[in-house]
């Protein structure tokens, strides 16, 4: 299908992304054939948006910016040029009250906690955990757990058989902290959030990393609300895994519109982080 309708004014996100040079290096964009295909067109209920994507381990971690139709916008690295063990990114309602701030986290073992503005500028940066439990296994997801209408960041380490949980204001302020005993996640543990129960406040999720075992539910002051069946629900954009081309994909299923496009160069292998943004 024809691609305009709805599509983001590049000019404005490259205005608002000025603001930052003085602060990050610019990225020129990257000389490859963006888009790869594309299934109808992004419906104007998505617009506008920003793409932002960072790759994983294996070449310069490099925070990209997309248009919603795949436009390359502006790149940096937030954590140096010289950073290549990968991150996630994802995106946060912090400013605005939309989807405005980026949470950018290293798979690096000292990696901090990165939080950028649309327009490059940094946040705040912040570790979780002391040098000894950042050798656990740390996880790291955003959302609005405490209901006051911003997103929080929630990190989870295990050292042994228990799993402590933080959450965090987007500068990096501890809000809450709990722990419990996770013998039944012997195959590992993940973290996820998200509102269970829709009264737009969302809960924190431990489940078992492998098999069937059941999801243990918490809200965001750490009290325990269900143990249940739960499964993560496809996310609007997807990165691609590691083995396979560096793409981004766009997806909105109750449109049925997609679209596809390179991140980064096609030689990359590495796995690709992707997050929507809101302008």
């Known amino acids: 299908g024809k691609l305009g309708v709805g599509r983001l004014n590049v000019g404005r996100a490259v205005s608002l992304i ?4 003085s602060q990050v290096r610019p990225v020129p964009a990257p000389p490859l054939p963006n888009i790869l295909t ?14 932002a994507s960072v790759p994983g381990a294996g070449r310069p971690t490099e925070l990209r910016l997309f248009s919603q139709d795949g436009v390359f916008v502006r790149g940096f690295f937030p954590f140096g040029e010289g950073f290549r063990a990968g991150a996630r990114v994802m995106a946060a309602s912090g400013i605005s009250g939309k989807k405005d701030v980026m949470v950018v ?19 705040s940066s912040f570790s979780a955990y002391d040098n000894t439990k950042k050798r656990a296994v740390i996880s790291v997801e955003v959302g609005n757990v405490t209901g006051d209408n911003k ?4 990190v989870s380490a295990r050292s042994g058989s228990v799993i402590e949980v933080k959450v965090f204001t987007i500068q990096g302020v501890l809000l809450k902290k709990f722990s419990m005993v996770g013998t039944q996640f012997r195959g590992g543990v993940l973290l996820s959030v998200a509102d269970v129960d829709a009264d737009s406040v969302s809960e924190i999720i431990l489940r078992p990393a492998t098999g069937a075992g059941k999801a243990k539910i918490f809200s965001g002051a750490g009290v325990l609300r269900k143990s249940s069946t739960w499964s993560a629900p496809r996310p609007l954009v997807e990165g691609s895994v590691p083995g396979t081309l560096p793409v981004v994909t766009l997806v909105q299923r109750q449109f049925s519109s997609s679209l596809q496009f390179f991140a980064y160069e096609p030689s990359f292998r590495g796995g690709v982080s992707a997050t929507i943004l809101a302008d």
């Open 18 to 21: 000025r603001a930052g040079q």
């Open 38 to 51: 594309t299934r109808d067109m992004i419906p104007r209920a998505l617009s506008p948006l920003i793409v």
């Open 105 to 123: 986290v290293g798979q690096g073992v000292d990696s901090p906690i990165l939080v950028y503005t649309l327009d490059a500028q940094r946040l």
């Open 151 to 154: 997103d929080e960041v929630i």
